[in-house]
């Protein structure tokens, strides 16, 4: 070929990929270092098929600020084409109308076939794919630095009392025992756990799944909001306001001994360069090794009006399914694999265990959706929880009694 033929068939090439590529605005809250490096992999995907990558990263742990400002987006017609939506919110925005069907996606990649059924079933409105999953997130983990440990001569709990035992023994040696962000979604992220590990799974359900003022109001509870109290009184006083990374970080440095958060805190662990098993530890919240407090990452994919966005669009719904995203992502997210039957040797022991936790606490019936991150409750339902469980933590003068009240009158409170 001489020169002018490979340039003029070089321009046919650009032309004929011109003529499709797109531009895919992307709104999401992967802002720390672990988050940043795997939506990158997402970008790098768009990228490698032409398309134009329009960044809309709005920076707050779960997420709560980056709804607000899609709200006002989609309010003023000008929504992006894929945001980062989950749980039973994909169906209160898709009762809207503001969602675009992603059927033809999901039937060319056979999706019906490679998602749990009941992850499938929430990413549908009447049936149709509305929105496109990355991940499953393990909620209840305690991360552990094994040196703090050590130098506490402390042990890694299993049990409610012998997490007490170990911050005891922290606290003993000048570490402080828990990392915490007092944000109400991380004080959330805690006492859902601490649900879980003393109530167990059954309650878990009946309090904070089904908002049954019998379990919002018992024993259990009271047991629960005790444990919960205590598990505060083993942070420190500048954990008010703190980000959930910047905790995940006292934990890397050995400042603290504990962090009881998602596995999106391995993905700090490992951008700082950190090893699972040598340099942290993950083990699961203290009784809760049964039981599994999920949370999916989905993208919702709304309407747009031009083609070659529409056409870039399907292509990212596309690319978050294929196995080689899924791979690459949830190795550098610390979640894993939402597509089922990935081959998961390049994943750590964190993972592994995780993977092998979903599948049997799903036979089990254990497998719980995490209220802390919308998977679970209507989200009026959520916040009003929300607002009652960080009250009790950050005013010690509210009683139990009270605050289970106030609990059984949250779960009243429906969209
Ligand atoms: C999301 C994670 C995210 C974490 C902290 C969770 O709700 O599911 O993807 O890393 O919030 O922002």
């Not at 009762?95 to 039937?107: C, H, Q, T, Y």
């Not at 915490?180 to 991380?186: E, I, L, T």
């Not at 080689?324 to 894993?336: D, M, R």
């Not at 995780?354 to 799903?362: L, N, P």
Request: net charge positive.
């Amino acid at each position: 070929m001489t020169r002018i033929s490979v340039a003029l068939a070089t321009a046919g090439l650009m032309g004929a990929t011109l003529a499709h590529a797109g531009e895919v605005e992307v709104l999401h809250w992967w802002t720390s270092g672990g988050e940043a490096k795997a939506a990158s992999a997402l970008k790098a995907s768009m990228q490698a098929k032409g398309h134009t990558w329009k960044d809309f990263a709005v920076a707050g742990g779960a997420g709560d600020a980056a709804m607000t400002v899609l709200k006002s987006r989609v309010v003023s017609g000008n929504a992006p084409a894929a945001a980062q939506i989950k749980g039973p919110s994909i169906q209160e925005w898709a009762r809207e109308g503001v969602l675009a069907n992603m059927d033809d996606v999901a039937k060319a990649n056979q999706w019906d076939t490679l998602l749990p059924k009941a992850i499938a079933d929430g990413l549908k409105y009447k049936g149709n794919y509305v929105a496109a999953p990355v991940n499953v997130h393990r909620v209840n983990w305690l991360w552990a630095n094994p040196e703090a440990f050590k130098k506490a001569g402390a042990k890694l709990p299993t049990t409610w009392d012998e997490f007490f035992t170990a911050a005891e023994a922290l606290k003993k040696a000048g570490i402080i025992p828990v990392a915490h962000g007092g944000q109400n979604w991380q004080d959330f992220t805690t006492f859902e756990s601490v649900a879980l590990g003393v109530g167990g799974a059954d309650f878990y359900k009946k309090a904070l799944v089904q908002l049954d003022p019998a379990a919002l109001k018992s024993p259990t509870m009271e047991k629960v909001l005790t444990t919960f109290r205590k598990v505060k009184s083993y942070t420190d006083k500048n954990a008010p306001g703190r980000d959930w990374n910047l905790a995940t970080a006292m934990v890397i440095k050995g400042e603290a001994g504990m962090q009881l958060m998602g596995d999106w805190a391995k993905g700090e662990f490992l951008a700082a360069g950190k090893v699972p098993g040598k340099d942290f530890a993950c083990v699961p919240a203290p009784g809760t090794a049964k039981a599994y407090t999920y949370n999916v990452d989905s993208f919702a994919l709304f309407k747009l009006k031009n083609e070659a966005n529409q056409k870039a669009q399907q292509d990212l719904a596309a690319a978050i399914m294929s196995p080689e995203f899924q791979e690459v992502f949830n190795l550098n997210k610390g979640s894993i694999p939402v597509r089922l039957n990935m081959n998961l040797d390049k994943f750590d022991e964190c993972a592994k265990t995780s993977a092998a936790d979903f599948v049997a606490t799903a036979k089990a019936g254990s497998l719980v959706p995490s209220i802390a991150h919308g998977m679970a409750v209507p989200s009026a339902s959520e916040g009003a929880l929300k607002d009652v469980v960080s009250q009790f933590w950050n005013d010690d003068k509210t009683t139990v009694a009270g605050t289970m009240d106030k609990l059984v009158a949250a779960g009243k409170s429906r969209q």
